[in-house]
């Protein structure tokens, strides 16, 4: 006779199908209730066993189902229909939200298992790599120079390039500007940042923008909110860098949202790339010699280097498309050493009264 009760054998054990097969086939050879007894249960116990056997053979011997045929509280087939809906117009809100928003008296965990049933999709974030491609798709769309983006990197923690810095007097910031559409590529250097060095950087490029006819009727440059583009964050007025950008007409200053830095993705992939691709392999003599070098990778970038996130395209290939009449020769300025501007702009910033031409028509 089993000490243990038919009950907890069939509770603890892992094939249930192979316990029961050994009492059927007690109970074809000695009986019913001598099974019952040896198997410590009863005799209706074996008794359903056997007849299941006999009927459907192995396979009976599993546990059924007790889930009722017929459920007359079943959410109908409408109402399922709905809470789907809901959840594709709401897409990432979860059950308890949306039970809310929309004052439903269905509880959270049905309207979960609703969802589960019909493969809708879950709160799951989308996947990075299909953001990436959404946005590329997007910037597509855009207009020649139709948007355009400015950011400043510091180069005195890249070791590579430190110590040349340092003994050479090489620039300490790289001031960049980047077309998001093709990826067009315009550098300037400086010791410093500063919103002179902004100011005087946006000139340069807004000068080539307007002698080449690049600009389309309207456009936006995009920047961080560096106290180099907006001056001080409780300013009144715009900044100067600010007027100077929207000097030309419009071309519109737009700046990203606190904290937003993927806003800048192009600029600060190409700074990326260049830590990579220029300052950690290059070797300079002089500062004239990092300039020189620089333009030299600077049309590199916008006349031979295929992008792998731009169709394998150039930016100037990119840009022919978009506007076929383009000047190439917009995509070879040269960078600027904005040190060396300011060198040259800050005598005119100090003239005042006699040192003015006495007939202001003939200032260029």
Known sequence: M???????????????????????????AIGIKPTARAFNTSANVVRKWLKRFKTEGYSALADRSHKPRISPRQT????????????????RL??????????????????????????????????????KNNLRAVKKLYGLFERMGEDTKDLDDIPEYYLQMKILNLPVIQYTFREVSSGILFLGFANQRSLIHSRLFALYINHFLKKYNALP?????????????????????SSCYTKAI??????????????AHRMQSDVETIHNLMEMEFYE????????????????????????????????????????????????????????????????????????????LTVPSYIK
């Open 246 to 259: 929207e000097a030309l007409e419009g071309q519109f200053h737009r700046t990203i949202f606190p904290g």
């Open 281 to 356: 392999i290059e070797q300079f003599n002089n500062r004239f010699d990092f300039m020189t070098k620089a333009a030299c990778y600077q049309l590199f970038f916008n006349l031979h280097r295929p992008n792998s996130y731009k169709e394998h395209k150039t930016p100037w290939a990119l840009a022919q498309e978009k506007n076929p009449q383009l000047d190439k020769r917009l995509l070879m300025i040269p960078p600027v050493d904005l040190d060396q501007l300011f060198a040259w702009y800050a005598p005119f910033l100090a003239k005042r009264g006699n040192d003015l």
């Open 94 to 131: 979860g059950a308890e939200q949306i039970r809310v928003l929309e004052d439903l008296k269905m509880s959270p965990k049905t309207m979960r298992k609703i969802w589960r049933q019909a493969g809708v999709s879950s709160r799951k974030r989308i996947k990075k790599y299909i953001t």
């Open 2 to 28: 089993c000490p243990y009760k038919y009950y907890h054998v069939m509770k603890l054990s892992k094939d249930k199908k192979q316990w029961r097969y050994q009492m059927v086939q007690k109970a074809i």
């Open 76 to 91: 109908s087939e409408h109402v399922k229909a709905y809470i789907i809906a809901l959840k594709k117009k709401y897409k």
């Open 217 to 237: 009727s309207e456009s936006v440059r995009q920047t961080d909110n560096g106290s180099e583009y907006i001056g001080a964050w409780n300013a009144k007025e």
